[in-house]
């Protein structure tokens, strides 16, 4: 069987979605499935491996340039590949519907009989601008839904992302399947490693607490309220992981550091470095980064809505309300939380007590979140599939009923 897999960009462009269906990639490639990666060139492409290499698509990126939202527009030379690519593949796996490239695969094979499978990370995004928020609202009312309902078979990779989307007539009832984690890579220290050595490394204070985001600078990640934070929070240290047009570099903040070039062991390494890791993002599926700190055995905190991604995490992580309208708001939450939690490690907690909570959040992610468990099931959605031929004269539009439900 040959899978063609979409994304807007590459593992490359160091995105949520894109380092899973990187890791999603090769997995199946292991495994010795023929798998094409169809994406935008923006930044570079995977190697070959057996069987499967990738397919990057010509695109216009001005969009992200400009505002910092991922939208990759194809140029007519990557409609024509994509079309090409759709008729040589016997299933499309999507990894998420509101991206030009997708829309343009999934069309494709609808029209080509060939089965879908979507991926669909993220609900509603609410965004500061009115503009911005109703497009979205509208565009996965008219454009996800139904993707979602013409779909062979829909994924969720979070019981928040299920949810919100519950109103949906799907074809086959939807599965959740959560995203793994490389728990080679992310791993906690060593026992001949010492935190306070990784901090030197880092250029990081070894007598205040390290507060540590990974993610993209964008609004959705909780910027504006993490600028907030740095700045009613002076005594600690923060340290910033990921780039975009949000850069807390440019804050001009001496109790910031930044760190825009980080990616596998080196940033695994950061997460051992520092004492908790804080995420106020809104509309998010289930970050990958939280399962990255639990593998490490590092303290998190995110809004109470990601918390819900999973159930079962919020006996290892903490959650505080995230207003994406005020940014003051939910900063004063998320330093009350951060403040109870750092008085809580230094109440007469020893180091065995605090090294059995990192081993907890390890072992609960280690096997909770496994990759290749997560690329088992997608195969067998594969063979099931294939085994179902798909009429290629079933229609992409939906009757109004089915939109507004």
Partial sequence: MKILMTTHYFASH??????????????????????????????????????????????????????GLPA???????????????????????????????ILAYAWARLSGIPVVVVQHIGNVPYSSRFLSGVM???????????????????????????YFKGVS??????VIFNGVDSDVFRPLHFAEKKVDLRREFGLPADRPVILFVGR????????????????????????????????????????????????????????????????????GFPLVLQEALATGLAALCGTETLAADPDMARFVRGAPVFPDNSERTARAFLTSIADYLSSEAAGENESGKSNKSNDRRTFAVSRYSWHHAAGQYMEIAARLAASPVSSSVAMGASAGDVAR
């Fill in 137 to 163: 609202k509208l565009a996965n009312r008219w454009i996800t839904r139904t993707m979602l309902r013409g779909a062979q078979q829909v994924v969720f990779i979070s019981e928040t992302t299920k949810e």
């Fill in 170 to 175: 799907f074809r086959t009832p939807p599965l």
């Fill in 14 to 67: 160091q995105g949520g979605i894109e380092i899973v269906a990187g890791q999603l990639f090769r997995e199946l490639a292991a495994a010795k499935q023929e798998v094409v990666w169809m994406a935008s060139d923006v930044t570079p492409p995977p190697e070959a491996t057996g069987t499967s290499r990738a397919a990057g698509l010509r695109t216009y990126n001005f969009v992200e340039r400009k505002i």
């Fill in 217 to 284: 600078f964008v609004e959705k990640k909780g910027l504006l309220a993490l600028q907030r934070m740095v700045e009613m929070a002076p005594d600690y240290t923060w340290a910033f992981a990921g780039w975009g047009p949000l850069d807390p570099g440019k804050w001009g903040a001496p109790n910031v550091h930044v760190f825009s070039d980080l990616h596998d062991s080196r940033l695994a390494a950061l997460y051992r470095a520092c004492d908790l890791l804080v995420l106020p993002s809104t509309g998010e």
């Fill in 72 to 102: 990759p527009i194809p140029t007519f030379a990557a409609m024509r590949k994509t079309r090409a690519e759709v008729r040589q593949a016997d299933l499309l796996i999507v990894h998420d519907c509101l991206y030009l490239t997708n």
